[in-house]
């Protein structure tokens, strides 16, 4: 008896339904949602098993559940509800939870049918993921498939681009090559415990741990070490993608990608040989947003071209490595899944596999010249709009060729490593960071190309047309009413400008939109859970232990000590500049031994009667407004310095906490030396952390603000952050993380490397 039809549900669509009862894998993904939204509304007949495996905290169950949601099912909803689409799901569609490469469950024994569409999304992902869910992962299903007791049709869904770099006409046959994918199996799975054992080595872990202490030894040990372990992480990560990448590349693939597809290809005819099995192999060509069904322009995430078309209509490709009279050969995903369907309900005889091309290249071929015509047409009409300034003009396309393109790049690459060196040379104004900002888009607009073009530049290369006579004889034989796959009808016209760049552009125009300042000083949300950490020099005062010094022993002493005091803080600056550089501590402990044998009490009778007055005006007015806002708004404020706790007396009105270093006395005269550490880089973190714990603070909705990398670990515990007046590390590690920046005052005065660097010229004049 066929599973009960949710009302609103159109009826079966005929004898081309596979019927019976089809396992699905990769149901989660793009093709596999097309599928089973199909299977759903024109396949009633058929009852469902979906193999996905849990992710995190949900389970298979679940997944499936949350697909009712899902846009696929959006014009289904809008029939039935999504009520009766989550009854369709659970009436219709049985989940059974299982990995491919990792752990296979047993499979029922009724199956007759199955569409094996799982595979990895990507095409450059390391040598043993590839080959995990591409090739082992085809051996576990259908070994499992043989295992279950039916002899079910299995619909393989490979590429059309397992063909390798064939030139000319590609028929739909098995493919002609030797290798041995056991062997390969065996080698790929065993690179990642090779790439780890070498990544240990001291070869290896030297200079990542060197430049892992140039760029964050400021920010602290932690940040080093974790640094440090990030870029080894990236270091085997990268390793494994070139291995992959290579491998296929020496054995005439593009990439891992098409090389794992092939062999997972090799898989399946060698399973179904064995098991009697009969299998049809399904190739795509590059696969996009729907024609027509669920609803034009559905896709589900971006796939090979969308992010080219994307960057492209940003104005961040001006040109790329193909001929223009290159067919791209994209076919929408409606097509394929209507070829697929039709497949699984023709089987072949067993021990005959039969091979299937679905693609546009031999019947309706689109060239880039018109692809790109099509295009710059949709995007010249409807630009992007460009952050604030306008809209984005899109450029021509001339096609010169790879080799000028890469030219172009490798100038792009050159100029943007120019920028990286030359920015810590450059002083931290607003105006050179505004400059930095502009630099570094350009940057990252060279990076992605590369990026592209290392991923996608190879298949601008391929000149194959694959044939498609068994698609096209399927296609018609299909019952009366059955969906077509004939791709001779698509107007690419139409196609491209009216239905595939509306959809992929969707996203980038919400996300591009006009977005509402984020809420100021005065908009801060109430709550006594919440504090506002602030730092001192730079980020609270346009001033450092530098300038204080200097006003203390200058106010405080003769005008005739002047020069003598200038020149001996002048032949020091080499050594405070080293000790800034390498640890912010250690400039601390060092500078702070230039008051021993001061008297504690003169000091702080000179802080309180002649340097506090200094101190203040010396505040950026931004910040004492921002201070006060958070005190309206009932936080916490907080000061947190490494400068002595005599010297920030004055503002003590402003803060409900002040964590400050404490200079050691004896006897009423200062020895120099700090009581207890002090409470700079990493140390700031950890104070404020268990502050939030005996405070009772919300540190997610807490505020944090600092001028320097020494205070990223800092801004890092808080759900709020705020980079003020930011130094060029610190500027570039906020803008990675879309952390706020704000420029406050006119001044870079704050900054202690900028007060010695200025302070180096005397004392180069005095040696």
């Not at 039916?150 to 619909?155: E, I, N, T």
Request: glycine content about 10%.
């Amino acid at each position: 008896m066929a599973p009960p039809v949710p009302d609103g549900m159109p009826p079966a669509a005929g004898p081309a339904s596979p019927g019976g009862h089809v396992l699905l894998t990769g149901a989660t993904g793009f093709l596999g949602q097309a599928m089973l939204e199909r299977l759903i509304v024109e396949h009633p007949d058929t009852r469902v098993t979906v193999l996905a495996r849990r992710r995190g905290d949900a389970s298979a169950a679940d997944r499936l559940a949350g697909l009712a949601r899902k846009p696929v099912f959006r014009t289904l909803r809008e029939r039935i509800g999504y009520a009766g689409v989550q009854a369709a799901l659970a009436e219709r569609v049985d989940s059974l939870e299982g990995d491919l490469g990792s752990g296979m469950p047993a499979l029922p024994g009724t199956l007759t049918s199955v569409l094996h569409c799982a595979s990895t999304v990507s095409f450059d992902p390391p040598v043993d993921e590839a080959f995990r869910i591409n090739v082992q992962g085809a051996r576990d299903l259908y070994e499992a498939v043989a295992a279950c007791g039916g002899r079910p049709h299995v619909v393989h869904v490979s590429t059309a681009y397992v063909s390798a770099l064939h030139r000319g006409v590609v028929a739909e046959r098995a493919l002609d090559h030797d290798v041995d994918w056991r062997s390969e199996l065996r080698h790929a799975l065993a690179a990642r415990e090779e790439a780890e054992q070498l990544s240990r080595t001291s070869g290896v872990l030297r200079p990542l741990l060197a430049a892992a202490r140039a760029e964050h030894g400021k920010a602290g040990a932690t940040a080093t070490a974790q640094a440090a372990e990030r870029a080894r992480r990236d270091w085997v990560h990268e390793r494994l993608v070139a291995a992959g990448r290579l491998r296929g590349q020496s054995l005439g693939w593009t990439d891992v990608y098409t090389f794992t597809k092939a062999l997972g290809e090799r898989v399946a005819e060698e399973y179904a040989r064995g098991a009697g099995l009969t299998l049809s192999v399904l190739r795509p060509t590059i696969v996009q947003a729907a024609l027509e069904r669920p609803y034009p322009g559905w896709f589900e995430s971006y796939k090979m071209m969308d992010p080219i078309t994307l960057a492209y209509g940003r104005g961040e490709i001006p040109e790329f490595p193909v001929h223009a009279e290159s067919v791209v050969d994209i076919v929408p995903v409606d097509f394929v899944t209507a070829a697929a369907l039709a497949v699984a309900a023709a089987p072949p005889p067993p021990g005959e596999p039969a091979y299937f091309h679905v693609g546009t290249g031999a019947r309706n071929p689109l060239t880039q010249q018109e692809l790109h015509r099509h295009v710059a047409r949709y995007f010249t009409a409807h630009p992007l709009p460009d952050a604030g300034r306008g809209h984005v003009k899109v450029p021509p396309w001339r096609f010169p060729g790879a080799a000028t393109v890469e030219r172009t790049l490798k100038a792009g690459e050159r100029a943007a490593g120019l920028v990286d060196r030359a920015l810590p040379l450059l002083p931290a104004t607003a105006r050179v960071r505004d400059r930095v900002d502009k630099a570094r888009a350009d940057t990252q607009r060279t990076r992605a190309l590369r990026r592209l073009l290392d991923l996608y530049g190879g298949y601008g290369g391929v000149e194959a047309v694959y044939g498609d006579a068994n698609v096209i004889a399927l296609h018609r034989a299909r019952p009366e009413g059955s969906p077509g796959f004939d791709v001779a009808g698509i107007s690419w016209p139409h196609y491209v400008g009216e239905v595939y760049c509306p959809a992929v552009t969707a996203v980038a125009r919400r996300t591009s939109a006009p977005r509402r300042k984020r809420a100021g000083s005065d908009g801060l949300p109430p709550g006594k859970d919440i504090a506002a950490v602030f730092d001192l020099e730079g980020t609270v005062l346009a001033s450092n232990l530098v300038e204080v010094f200097l006003w203390t022993r200058l106010v405080g002493g003769p005008r005739s000590s002047w020069a003598g005091e200038i020149a001996s803080l002048a032949l020091s600056v080499p050594g405070y500049l080293q000790a800034e550089r390498r640890d912010r501590g250690d400039f601390v402990r060092a500078f702070m031994r230039r008051y021993a044998g001061c008297s504690e009490a003169e000091l702080r009778a000179l802080v309180r009667h002649r340097i506090g007055d200094a101190l203040l005006h010396r505040s950026f007015p931004e910040a004492v407004r921002r201070i006060r806002a958070h005190r309206a708004a009932g936080h916490r404020t907080v000061l947190i310095t490494g400068t002595a706790d005599l010297f920030v007396q004055p503002l003590g009105p402003l803060f409900d906490e002040i964590a400050a270093s404490r200079l050691q006395v004896r006897d009423g005269v200062l020895t120099g030396r700090l009581e207890r550490p002090p409470v700079v880089g990493e140390a700031r973190a950890a104070w404020t952390k268990r502050y939030a714990e005996t405070a009772g603070i919300d540190l997610k909705r807490s505020y944090a603000y600092g001028d320097s990398f020494s205070d990223s670990a800092l801004l890092g515990v808080v759900g709020n952050p705020v980079a003020v007046n930011p130094d060029h590390r610190l500027h570039r590690h906020a803008a990675r993380r879309a952390w706020r920046v704000e420029e406050w005052g006119a001044h870079t005065g704050g900054r202690i490397d900028a007060a010695l660097t200025a302070l180096s010229g005397p004392a180069e004049a005095l040696r």
